[in-house]
């Protein structure tokens, strides 16, 4: 069906009927779409005119194009979060009304590395704790989690296995979070954590590595978070000085 009802350019209407195509279900999350001679065809356009209004709507991330496979529709994520607000993972999920859950993979009670020592400013003798953990949003494994903590600051009757550490270190080590350093890296594909979190090959992740301090400015907690980038998008702030 042709598009050409307004005055704007024709890829812009183009942009517009795709995605309220994908709106309304005509083409569905993961659906390949329709060739693009057979695309402009239905749309009463030219290839030069899709392909422009394509471009755009893969910068957008509404789809995303396969060399020598096709176009599909995006995932659209299940989770947007502030970056600049710090949540623990288990509150990300909730605040996006879904169920936390948490698969536990192992725990342990180790020396420190070399990395360690710096991070947490150790001394000799102190050990780390170290927790591995795929984290869930209505039974879909969404993160994978690898945290560290110093073992003297949390009491010998801790729970290893609690979905919030935050929770943990507020409530049994009396250690309250106020901000964190982080980093945030786009990976590829992973050869263990993405078949833990059932990622398709072309499913990036985003690497979340942040160091959490008290209100002493202590470190107290080493977090490397590895997100679905199809489930999660982060969104940040940013005010002109």
């Known amino acids: 069906m042709s ?13 517009d009927k795709i995605k309220e195509d994908i709106q309304k279900g005509v083409y569905q999350e993961k659906e390949k779409l329709p060739s693009e001679f057979e695309l402009s065809r239905r749309l009463g356009v030219s290839r030069a005119t899709l392909r422009e209004a394509l471009r755009i709507l893969e910068e957008e991330n509404v789809i995303i194009r396969r060399h020598g496979v096709g176009t599909f529709v995006n995932t659209v994520p299940m989770l947007t979060s502030g970056i600049e607000q710090l949540n623990s993972v288990t509150a990300m999920i909730e605040q996006g009304n879904l ?5 536990f993979l192992s725990s342990s009670v180790t020396g420190p590395t070399e990395e360690d020592f710096n991070r947490f400013q150790l001394e000799e003798g102190q050990e780390i704790f170290q927790v591995e953990r795929i984290r869930t949003a209505n039974s879909e494994p969404v993160v994978y989690c690898l945290d560290k903590i110093p073992r003297d600051i949390l009491p010998a009757s801790f729970l290893t296995e609690q979905e919030s550490l935050f929770r943990l270190l507020q409530d049994e080590a009396e250690k309250y979070i106020t901000y964190a350093i982080a980093q945030i890296e786009p990976i590829g594909y992973h050869e263990k954590i993405s078949p833990l979190l059932e990622c398709s090959p072309e499913t990036a992740l985003l690497l979340l590595k942040q160091m959490h301090f008290d209100k002493t ?17 982060f969104q940040v702030l940013r005010k002109r000085l």
């Open 3 to 15: 598009i050409k009802s307004d005055n704007r350019h024709l890829y812009l209407q183009v942009i």
């Open 99 to 103: 169920t936390p859950g948490t698969i």
């Open 217 to 233: 400015d202590k470190p107290v907690l080493y977090s490397l978070n590895y997100f679905r980038a199809d489930k999660f998008s």
